[in-house]
């Protein structure tokens, strides 16, 4: 991963720490919403892969109501490079991991699962963005993801159907 200063501007905006920690953020909380527990660790990788890819943000379905495997079996181009993406978005991943925590906004339970903290959200959501920009439907999209993966079943099985490994 590049150091701050020589990441590209672009790259440096969309991967920036803070923005990613807040998308990793919402979707622990649906997860654990959806779920009553903290996000596993390694589902925390596979936010940000579909969450940023415009083509596979826009293909997400509207409502958990579709399954994850129907989903896969009905837009298979959803699987094509996702594995290369995921393992690109890794370092991003942790170190926006690691932003969360030191911020407050995300924190480890006694069991290693990943849960949000709300005592830090109010000053996090200062930072509002209109409902027709792309960091809005970032983040709408990272709830969903939460949520769609707290009903998918077992990590093992989340990766199978994505046909990638931890």
């Given at each position: 991963m590049q150091s701050w200063e020589q990441r590209p501007f672009e790259y440096a905006n969309?991967?920036?720490?803070a923005f990613c920690s807040i998308l990793l953020r919402n979707a622990i909380k649906s997860y654990h919403t959806q779920k009553k527990q903290g996000m596993?660790?390694?589902l925390l990788f596979l936010v940000?892969?579909?969450v940023l890819h415009g083509s596979t943000r826009n293909a997400l379905p509207k409502t958990t109501v579709t399954k994850l495997h129907i989903w896969l079996q009905r837009q298979p181009e959803a699987r094509v490079g996702f594995g290369d993406r995921t393992s690109s978005l890794v370092p991003y991943t942790k170190e926006a991991l690691a932003f969360g925590m030191q911020t407050g906004i995300v924190n480890i339970c006694d069991d290693g699962n990943f849960t949000y903290v709300n005592a830090k959200l109010k000053r996090i959501l200062a930072v509002s963005w209109s409902k027709d920009t792309e960091p809005y439907s970032c983040c709408k999209k990272a709830e969903f993801v939460g949520r769609w993966l707290a009903q998918a079943g077992e990590?093992?099985?989340?990766?199978?159907?994505?046909?990638?490994?931890p």
């Open positions: 969309l991967l920036n720490p596993p660790y390694p940000l892969p579909l990590v093992s099985t989340i990766y199978t159907m994505w046909g990638i490994c």
